[in-house]
């Protein structure tokens, strides 16, 4: 996972919107989905509290 998919991951966790995400880390709203789509097709899981799950398991993030 790149730095940038683990800020993203960090701050859905944090529970900000899509949108909320983008503009904390003033990039757009497609940038942060393909973001969640690269860790969730890296994880090989169809969504992301699933993704979330995983990553946590992975220890990749922490609540």
């Not at 701050?11 to 949108?19: D, F, G, H, R, V």
């Not at 909320?20 to 860790?39: G, P």
């Amino acid at each position: 996972m790149t730095q940038r998919e683990k800020q993203v991951f960090n701050l859905l966790i944090q529970n900000y919107s899509t949108k909320e995400i983008a503009a904390i880390m003033q990039i757009s709203d497609k940038t942060v989905r393909n973001h969640i789509s690269n860790v969730m097709l890296k994880l090989g899981v169809k969504g992301r509290a699933q993704a979330v799950v995983e990553l946590l398991k992975l220890q990749e993030l922490s609540l």
